[in-house]
């Protein structure tokens, strides 16, 4: 999946950050949410993977891939679980399966 977005990437990393900001064709893309995607990608087709055999599969830099197991975490997309140790990325819940949560509610 790497060849088919990296060009795409490495074309918004090309362009000036002018254009980004006062042009009409804005991107959202970012290296980390690309990675952020792989993964998500990598888990529904694989399930509960070791960070470490994430890092292996994917063709990005180890830290690249950290930081955005470390983003799905913070959104809420993936959790992580300690055996001994290896760290485990689980795939939360479908949003359709998973209990809704009120977010104005006040704890």
Known sequence: MSEVLLP???DELRRPPA???DGHDASLM???GVVS???LLHLESHGA???RQLVRALEWPSPMTTMAV???IRQGHVRAEQHDLEI???PRERMAEAPARDVWAVD
Request: aromatic share 0%.
């Open 8 to 10: 795409m990437l490495e």
């Open 19 to 21: 254009e980004a900001v």
């Open 30 to 32: 970012s290296i980390l």
């Open 37 to 39: 995607g792989e993964i």
């Open 49 to 51: 993977t070791p960070i």
């Open 70 to 72: 470390g983003a799905l």
């Open 88 to 90: 485990i990325i689980n």
